[in-house]
């Protein structure tokens, strides 16, 4: 049966595309409020392609956003599958760095000749999405699936999720799986796909630093009073060492180091420092001494500057010392940093930092704990072979920078595992100007998630 799905997603290929163009062409902007109505437009056309294919499927309203419910028949004694995905995208701007309208789908080359599909939200998530769905239409054409599946697409991701975990706390029972499959992470590069067997977990806060109860004239007053700009960047400066490192104290505490199979792994992959630091603009990457950067990226934890405010921003001069300054700043935890620990470290190293004559207030974003899954697990191996049967080629396995904080939700709420499957591409700009989606890994994914379907099967037994 497997064989004549395939040949049907293989056959269907123009009308794929077609069809996900449709998809990116909707501004699902979740973090707009002006594109409120597009979420609800893309949700119901989603829903809508589920209904061609006789699954059921509910477009659900939540407090923001609607989430997208699906589901085939369901056969008592199959193992049961939950796919999770998002409908929503990252705002498009700085607009003028498109080539081509970011809701405009449009195929064209990518730097290294390749045919690709260039739109907001082509890989991240609506591409990925789109395999799940195409595979599914696929089984369906065929007489169903052979396998319970649940598809959970929400429209917040972007956003925060700030609905999701009452959401499914709600409906438990009928999102009840043995297993969840997220495709929202990347293969190691083009023709090497990859499971993902690790993800970083986050820690995000704002720093909010109020000196002087008004703005200043820095002539009058500049060298008398404390300039909340200076103390940032002094602050800021202070939560690095020489050598890399994060200097907060108990930070490293209860990192564990990647074992001797995983940098023997790692070492295996297609990787070098220079097309690394070429692939990003720069003549060489940086970061904790004594590691590479694989190491860097997969394995140990980081804190980094994402925004900061403060002072007079707009053009020409303004003589000012600002009352205020802030600083947005993530950490990336590994295995087995605890959120909760380096939340309070942080926090009192900053109130600890900034002088007795300014106050500070931090604000908490939420956090994910990191992920890290056994790589000989019986779900793990056949999800591998889905992607031999996929891709054609053996896939490898990695570990991934970011972090997909719905993972650990979902294993706290519903007490689920996570195949982290993707098909992306490092390259592929998500979250920038010029996001993309190779066109292989469209045709390659959706046949992985067609063989996916199968193999799982067999899950449990």
Not at 154 to 175: N, P, R
Not at 249 to 268: I, K, M, Q, S
Not at 320 to 330: E, L, T
Request: charged share 20%; hydrophobic share 35%; with cysteine.
């Amino acid at each position: 049966m497997l064989n004549d799905v395939l040949s049907t997603i293989d056959a269907r290929k123009h009308q794929s595309l077609t069809a996900l163009k449709e998809f990116l062409s909707i501004p699902s902007v979740s973090t707009k409020p002006d594109h409120k109505p597009d979420m609800l437009r893309c949700a119901t056309w989603l829903a809508d392609q589920f209904k061609f294919g006789e699954f059921t499927a509910s477009v659900m309203q939540t407090p923001g956003h609607p989430i997208v419910v699906a589901k085939n028949k369901h056969v008592p004694g199959r193992p049961t599958v939950l796919v999770y995905g998002h409908y929503d995208v990252q705002p498009v701007e700085p607009l003028e760095l498109w080539t081509t309208p970011p809701f405009e789908p449009t195929v064209r080359k990518d730097e290294n000749g390749f045919d690709a599909i260039y739109a907001r939200g082509s890989a991240d998530d609506k591409g990925q999405v789109w395999c799940h769905v195409e595979a599914g239409l696929a089984w369906q054409a065929h007489g169903g699936m052979p396998i319970n599946v649940t598809y959970l697409i929400e429209g917040e991701e972007e956003s925060g999720s700030d609905h999701l975990e009452a959401f499914v706390k709600h409906y438990a029972g009928d999102l009840r799986a043995d297993v969840c499959v997220i495709s929202d992470t990347n293969q190691f590069a083009r023709g090497l796909p990859a499971l993902t067997y690790g993800l970083r977990g986050l820690a995000y806060a704002e720093i909010f630093i109020t000196g002087p109860d008004h703005d200043l004239h820095s002539g009058l007053y500049g060298g008398a009073v404390p300039n909340p700009a200076n103390v940032l960047c002094e602050l800021v400066a202070s939560f690095h060492t020489d050598d890399g490192r994060v200097n907060i104290v108990g930070f490293y505490n209860d990192v564990l180091d990647p074992t001797p199979t995983e940098r023997a792994l790692w070492t295996d992959l297609p990787f070098t420092e220079d097309a690394f630091a070429k692939s990003v603009g720069i003549p060489h990457g940086n970061g904790e001494a004594g590691y590479t950067s694989l190491e860097r990226k997969w394995a140990r934890p980081t804190l980094d500057v994402n925004g900061i405010t403060t002072g007079y921003q707009g053009p020409g001069a303004k003589t000012v010392i600002p009352s205020k300054a802030s600083a947005k700043i993530s950490m990336r935890l590994v295995p087995s940093q605890d959120s909760a620990k380096i939340q309070s470290a942080f926090e009192q190293a900053v109130k600890n930092r900034v002088p007795k004559n300014c106050t500070v207030e931090v604000k908490w974003f939420g956090a994910s704990a990191p992920v890290l899954v056994p790589i000989d697990g019986q779900a793990t191996q056949l999800a591998a072979e889905a992607l031999r049967q996929g891709f054609g080629t053996e896939p490898t396995f990695m570990r991934e920078g970011g972090s997909i904080p719905v993972v650990g939700m979902l294993k706290r709420v519903l007490g689920l595992d996570t195949l982290l499957i993707g098909f992306g591409l490092p390259d592929d700009r998500v979250h920038s100007p010029n996001e993309k989606f190779d066109l292989d890994a469209l045709h390659k994914g959706t046949r992985t998630c067609a063989a996916l379907y199968e193999q799982l099967s067999t899950f449990g037994s």
